[in-house]
C-alpha cells in the first residue's frame, strides 16, 4: 500500500485554496494517498479545479477549525472534531501514515502530544526546524515547542537533533552547539551556563563543541544548533524577517535606475539560485520529534509549493522509520549518558 499522509486542509492563512493545491501536487509527484482532512464542501470544490484523475485522496469532513489567535489548550478540549485533531487522530489509529499541518503551531503540536503520546523515554517533543547555510542545511531545536526548558532538556534536544541531522541530513557525525550570546565558556545567563555544564559533561557521546552564537547557525560550521523554543522561535522569525528585508531593499535598487534594472537582468539567474537555496517554502515544514508518529508543522503562511514540501518530509519521516530510530538510538545513547 502507498504511505498515505493525513493533512490539515483547514489550517493556514491560505487554507483550503493553497493546501488542497499542494496536497494535489504531493500526490501525483510522489505517487502516495492523501487524505485531507476539513470542510468537505469546500475540499470538493478545490479539487475540482485539478486532474485528480487516478490520484488517492479521501476527504474526512469537519466543520470545526481552530483559529490562529484561539488558546490551543481551551480549542482542543472545546473543539473535539477540529480538523487537526481529526488529522492527528487519523495518524494515532493507523488510518495514515504521517501528518501536515499548517496554521496554529501550538494547536498543532498539542494536537500531536496529546493525540498520539510521546516516544519512549522522551520528557518533551521539540519543534526541529532545518535551517539553510552558506554550506549544507542544519538542524535547529528547540523551534517553538517549548518556550521553559531546563538544562537535561536540551541534553535530549542535542540527542534528537543528533539522530535527525543523521537520518535526514545525511551527516555522519554531526556537531552539537548551544545557541548563546558568546562562544566563551562561562558566557550567558544561569540556565545557559548551567545548560553548557550538563551538554559538555557528555560532549564525547553528543559531539558538544561549546557555546555558539547567532551567526553561527548561518556558516554550516556547526550541525545542530539547541536552545529553548522562546530563542528558537525568536532566530527563526529574526531570520525571516531579515531575508525578506534584504530581498526588499536589493529589488528597490535594481528598480532605482535604468543601469541598475539592466544589472538586476543580467544577475537574474544568480539571485534564482539564492533564493532556491534559502527559501523555507523548499524546506516545507519542521518535524515534531519526540511524538509517536510522524507530525509536520508548516508556516502558517504556507503556499501550495511549501505544502508539497512538507509532505514531501512527513514521506520521507515514514520511509526512513525516524521515530523508531529515533528510540532506538536514543536508548543507546542514554545509556552511555547515564
Keep these: 500500500m502507498p504511505i498515505r499522509i493525513a493533512v490539515d486542509a483547514m489550517g493556514g492563512d491560505y487554507a483550503p485554496l493553497e493546501i488542497v493545491k499542494g496536497a494535489v501536487q504531493a500526490a501525483r509527484e510522489y505517487n502516495i494517498a492523501i487524505q485531507l482532512v476539513g470542510d468537505e464542501v469546500q475540499i470538493k470544490n478545490e479539487l475540482a479545479k485539478y486532474d485528480t484523475a487516478g490520484l488517492d485522496i479521501g476527504i474526512t469532513h469537519t466543520d470545526e477549525v481552530i483559529e490562529m489567535g484561539e488558546s490551543p489548550a481551551k480549542a482542543l478540549r472545546a473543539k473535539k472534531n477540529a480538523s487537526i485533531v481529526l488529522t492527528v487522530a487519523s495518524v494515532a489509529k493507523g488510518e495514515s501514515d504521517g501528518l501536515v499541518a499548517a496554521g496554529s503551531t501550538g494547536a498543532a503540536m498539542a494536537a500531536s502530544l496529546f493525540g498520539l503520546g510521546r516516544l519512549p523515554g522522551i520528557k518533551r517533543p521539540v519543534i526541529c526546524c532545518t535551517m539553510p547555510t552558506t554550506k549544507q542545511p542544519i538542524a535547529l531545536l528547540d523551534g517553538g515547542a ?4 531546563e538544562p537535561e532538556m536540551l541534553l535530549e534536544f542535542a540527542i534528537m537533533g543528533r539522530i535527525f541531522a543523521q537520518l535526514i541530513l545525511g551527516y555522519e557525525n554531526p556537531k552539537v552547539g548551544l545557541m548563546n550570546i558568546g562562544e566563551e565558556e562561562g558566557k550567558g545567563n544561569e540556565f545557559t551556563k548551567a545548560t553548557f555544564n550538563v551538554l559538555n559533561a557528555k560532549k564525547e557521546i553528543i559531539n558538544f563543541i561549546g557555546n555558539v552564537e547567532g551567526r553561527d547557525t548561518f556558516t554550516g560550521d556547526v550541525q545542530v544548533v539547541v536552545c529553548d523554543g522562546f530563542v528558537g522561535n525568536v532566530i527563526l522569525k529574526t531570520a525571516e524577517g531579515a531575508l525578506k528585508m534584504v530581498t526588499k531593499l536589493i529589488k528597490q535598487e535594481f528598480m532605482s535606475s535604468p543601469l541598475n534594472m539592466l544589472i538586476g537582468l543580467i544577475s537574474k539567474s544568480v539571485f ?23 507530525s509536520v508543522i508548516s508556516h502558517g503562511s504556507s503556499n501550495a509549493y511549501a505544502i508539497k514540501n512538507a509532505i514531501r518530509v512527513a514521506k520521507e519521516a515514514v520511509e526512513k522509520n525516524v521515530n523508531e530510530k529515533i528510540v532506538e538510538m536514543y536508548n543507546e545513547s542514554m545509556k552511555e549518558v547515564n
Design 146 to 149: 517549548n518556550s521553559d526548558c
Design 272 to 294: 534564482s539560485g539564492i533564493k532556491k537555496k534559502i527559501d523555507y517554502e523548499k524546506i516545507g515544514g519542521a518535524l515534531l520529534l519526540g511524538v509517536k508518529g510522524v
